[in-house]
């Protein structure tokens, strides 16, 4: 079955510090997609990045890395020197693989809420 | 606003009454998503739409939920003698077409549903 774990259910830092994401996934699909939202309080999901199972090259944006192992079968998120604004609810998804992925839907975690104080 | 909008923002209602929600996608977009969101979880798929086509249905989705696409452009989500369990937040997403699985699937604000 497709699962989504994210065992951090809340995070807390200071102002600046670096705070890392953790997402486990699970699929029995070669090719799948996996992606990143972020949910601040105004309850809109917002799209942070999305990563195909065959591009394993970590990625940067900004104060944002993402790290994608498939060995571990994990796609961390980073954040760098956080900031207030940068509390808020992060998801971590897999693309559902049913049909060869052609339905699209996503399995979300559970979520980690990052609270970042000044 | 070029992006997914749906309304109303909040709900409440009794149990047992009919409720109706509707769903704006970005314009392009072929594709359109329902989920449902309770406190403490992700989003759990409940429909898909591809242009007026209603292609999946979660088993979440019981026989008291409908989903229209009528023209291929907006969506409702109507629950049918609504029950407190039903309680939680709604969510649409529209994507472009193309194979789904790598299509980035944007988010509306959500409908927030209390059944009293």
């Known amino acids: 079955a497709q699962k989504v774990t994210q065992a951090q259910t809340e995070i807390s830092v200071v102002e600046k510090e670096d705070v890392t994401l953790d997402c486990v996934y699970e699929t029995r699909d070669t090719t799948y997609y996996l992606f990143w939202y972020k949910q601040p309080p105004s309850g809109e999901l917002v799209f942070l990045i999305r990563?195909?199972?065959?591009?394993?090259q970590n990625e940067i944006s900004g104060r944002y890395s993402w790290n994608f192992q498939k060995s571990t079968s994990s796609f961390n998120f980073t954040i760098t020197a956080s900031q207030v604004v940068d509390s808020a609810v992060y998801f971590c998804?897999?693309?559902?693989?049913?049909?060869?992925?052609?339905?699209?839907?996503?399995?979300f975690g559970k979520g980690t809420k990052l609270s970042v104080k000044p | 606003d070029t992006g997914v909008s749906q309304n109303p923002r909040h709900k409440i209602t009794k149990r047992g009454q009919n409720v109706t929600f509707r769903c704006d996608p970005i314009s392009e977009h072929n594709r359109l998503y329902w989920y449902r969101q309770t406190l403490g979880q992700g989003p759990e798929f409940l429909t898909y739409f591809q242009n007026e086509a209603q292609l999946e249905k979660s088993r979440l989705l019981s026989d008291r939920f409908s989903a229209e696409r009528p023209k291929g452009s907006f969506s409702t989500l109507e629950i049918q003698r609504t029950e407190q369990g039903d309680s939680a937040m709604y969510l649409c997403?529209?994507?472009?077409?193309?194979?789904?699985?790598?299509?980035?699937?944007?988010f509306g604000a959500g409908t927030r549903l209390s059944v009293l």
């Open positions: 990563r195909n199972s065959f591009d394993e």
């Open positions: 997403a529209s994507s472009s077409g193309g194979q789904g699985g790598k299509n980035i699937q944007y």
């Open positions: 998804a897999l693309s559902d693989p049913r049909g060869g992925g052609s339905q699209g839907n996503l399995i």
